[in-house]
């Protein structure tokens, strides 16, 4: 999608114009470079699905909590262009760059508000605000920070990395907005910074923060505080959602039925048996293996009724092939939720194991709050024994 070059982005999906051929493989080959990374794939951390366990894991260790966004993953990479100009780039999580074509998006340096940063890679999702007018506003909404201007902070704390994007990038930025209001309508988006709460603030959670939100929300995250940022799947990132929204990401793969012809279709001149389009095929839902030797698994069956097969066709678009997210019913059927055109791949064989335990050992939100005083008492126990050692 083409995007206006002075206004709000159209498209959460397609944020700019995308990347390809030498610029795509110089682009992320620079990160690479940048992040000190041998591998050029997507650099964005992933969490690993909520269990019973980690139950247990939030009160060992201080965990910041956050509402998990109903929205698309990017990294954002600020860096300059050939003519030393400022530029952007939405990277998500197929690996594809968007730079964004709007050049309002400007973050100025603390003391000099017509200088920028460059080689700076910022986490977050986009999402939609929805507005009190009925409209709806882009929204770049950060959560992490790997590099500040050449900087790498992936070896320090999470209140650290947010600390440092917060002094340096989010201040200014916010700031210039107060002195040039006139700006924010040419913005592209608007960025900010996802708030957080300490890990037993779970009630505050659930009963302010999630029913004021402004765009959609499936669960929460919980993020280690003393970790390092850890490129791919961080098991110290813990993503708590809703039993119905434990879901899995399946390629699609639709099997129609041979039919003999009737009575009708031999008078019509049809004799040989012929793909029968119009009723419900056999849907197997497929797993991923990796890239090397057999690609692909057989998992289960998608459950689909006849309405659903109307509705489907009736769509016009290709099926077979597809990445569909589902979840299971209370027959545990698995059902089709949605499409992830946003993704390459379906889930993995290790995250389908990973949600299947969280399915199996549901984490509910009575749990969460039951647990949240246990998980305050021992953050409180472990900064009374920190601040002693630092009193001897």
């Not at 470079?33 to 894991?57: K, N, W, Y």
């Not at 709007?102 to 200088?115: D, G, V």
């Not at 490129?231 to 399946?250: A, M, S, V």
């Not at 399915?359 to 647990?371: N, Q």
Request: net charge negative; hydrophobic share 30%; charged share 30%.
């Amino acid at each position: 999608m083409e995007q206006p070059s002075d206004g709000p982005i159209q498209s959460i999906a397609e944020p700019g114009v995308k990347a390809s051929g030498p610029l795509l493989y110089s682009m992320r080959n620079e990160v690479a470079a940048l992040l000190g990374r041998h591998q050029t794939g997507f650099p964005g951390a992933q969490p690993v699905s909520f269990a019973r366990q980690h139950l247990d894991e939030l009160q060992k260790q201080d965990y910041y909590v956050c509402e998990k966004s109903d929205g698309i993953r990017y990294l954002l990479y600020s860096t300059s262009d050939e003519e030393a100009c400022e530029a952007h780039y939405l990277i998500d999580r197929k690996n594809d760059y968007w730079f964004i074509t709007n050049r309002n998006l400007h973050f100025p340096l603390e003391n000099n508000t017509q200088a920028f940063h460059r080689d700076t890679l910022v986490d977050g999702e986009l999402v939609w605000d929805s507005l009190p007018n009925g409209k709806k506003e882009p929204r770049f909404l950060v959560f992490d920070c790997l590099v500040m201007d050449g900087n790498k902070l992936m070896d320090r704390t999470l209140d650290k990395r947010l600390a440092y994007f917060k002094e340096r990038l989010y201040v200014p930025y916010k700031k210039l907005f107060k002195e040039y209001p006139d700006e924010l309508r040419f913005q592209p988006f608007f960025v900010e910074m996802k708030p957080f709460q300490l890990g037993y603030g779970i009630e505050m959670m659930f009963k302010q923060v999630l029913p004021s939100l402004k765009h959609g929300n499936d669960g929460l995250i919980f993020t280690c505080r003393n970790t390092a940022y850890k490129h791919g799947t961080d098991p110290h990132i813990l993503k708590w959602k809703p039993p119905e929204e434990n879901t899995i990401d399946f390629r699609l793969k639709l099997t129609f039925p041979l039919v003999e012809p009737d009575e009708g279709e031999r008078k019509e001149g049809i004799t040989e048996p012929f793909i029968d389009y119009d009723s419900v095929p056999k849907s197997e839902l497929m797993i991923y293996l990796g890239d090397s030797g057999e690609k692909y698994e057989f998992f289960d069956d998608l459950f689909l009724t006849e309405d659903e097969w109307e509705i489907l066709k009736s769509l016009g678009d290709p099926l077979d092939d597809r990445i569909i997210e589902c979840n299971q019913d209370d027959q545990g059927r698995w059902r089709l939720l949605r499409f992830r055109d946003d993704k390459h791949e379906a889930n993995h064989r290790s995250t389908v194991i990973s949600v299947l335990e969280s399915i199996k050992d549901r984490v509910s939100e009575k749990d969460l709050y039951k647990s949240a005083g246990p998980i305050r008492d021992s953050w409180k126990a472990r900064q009374a024994r920190s601040t002693q050692v630092r009193d001897r």
